[in-house]
């Protein structure tokens, strides 16, 4: 059972509620993790302005590539809330069922591009950070560049927030991910 609040626009830290606005424009609502989080303002400005650059220009990944890193980093990190967001999120995105199913399931996907992102981001995760030359190689192969490799980091980082801030606060899950709930292997 958690001992943190999941706060609302009307009961979060007032320096919390402009990043609680944005959620709240981005998602439509705000999840319960930010509501959580937001118990420290340092926290949810960290992760709000991270998560602007890491969906922000278009410029790096597609929407889909994006949820594939994050999905696989909350697999990774074992965290339950966040498995059943991204999975809601993932498939919304267009990532493919059976793609989603073998994230969840600790394994890669097929497709080749998602299977390299969802390789790195779970070496970086697992080797805290340390890719050796053949896993950034792998990476660069399946048709990426050096730029998308350091912005796998910052997605990382971003996961990394939210995963671990679910194992503390351990939020509840919102009725529309009920469906996607998972537990850990």
Same mark, same amino acid.
């Given at each position: 059972m958690?001992?943190? *609040?999941?706060?609302t626009?009307?009961?979060?830290p007032?320096?919390?509620?402009? !990043?609680?606005?944005?959620?709240?424009s981005?998602f439509g609502?705000?999840?319960n993790?930010?509501?959580?989080?937001?118990?420290?303002?340092?926290?949810?400005?960290?992760?709000?302005?991270?998560?602007?650059q890491?969906?922000g220009?278009?410029?790096?990944?597609?929407?889909?590539?994006?949820?594939?890193?994050?999905?696989?980093?909350?697999?990774?990190n074992?965290?339950?809330?966040?498995? !059943?967001?991204?999975?809601?999120? !993932?498939l919304?995105?267009?990532? !493919?069922?059976?793609?989603?199913?073998?994230i969840?399931?600790?394994?890669?996907?097929?497709?080749?591009?998602?299977?390299?992102?969802?390789?790195?981001?779970?070496?970086?995760?697992?080797?805290?950070?340390?890719l050796?030359?053949?896993?950034?190689?792998?990476f660069?192969q399946?048709?990426?560049?050096?730029?998308?490799?350091?912005?796998?980091?910052?997605?990382?980082?971003?996961?990394?927030?939210?995963?671990?801030?679910?194992?503390?606060?351990?939020? *509840?899950?919102?009725?529309?991910?009920?469906?996607?709930?998972?537990?850990?292997?």
């Amino acid at each position: 059972m958690s001992n943190f *609040p999941v706060h609302t626009l009307n009961s979060a830290p007032d320096a919390s509620k402009p !990043a609680l606005e944005g959620l709240q424009s981005a998602f439509g609502f705000i999840p319960n993790i930010a509501g959580a989080m937001s118990t420290s303002s340092v926290l949810i400005n960290s992760l709000v302005a991270l998560f602007h650059q890491v969906h922000g220009d278009g410029k790096g990944f597609s929407e889909p590539q994006i949820e594939t890193v994050l999905l696989t980093d909350a697999v990774t990190n074992g965290c339950t809330w966040a498995v !059943a967001f991204h999975t809601f999120l !993932a498939l919304k995105k267009g990532v !493919a069922l059976s793609e989603v199913q073998a994230i969840r399931d600790g394994d890669l996907p097929q497709d080749a591009k998602l299977q390299a992102l969802s390789r790195v981001a779970k070496t970086l995760i697992e080797k805290r950070g340390r890719l050796s030359a053949h896993d950034k190689d792998v990476f660069l192969q399946a048709g990426f560049g050096p730029n998308q490799l350091l912005e796998v980091v910052a997605i990382v980082a971003a996961s990394t927030i939210t995963n671990y801030t679910g194992s503390v606060t351990q939020p *509840p899950l919102e009725p529309d991910f009920q469906a996607h709930a998972w537990t850990a292997y």
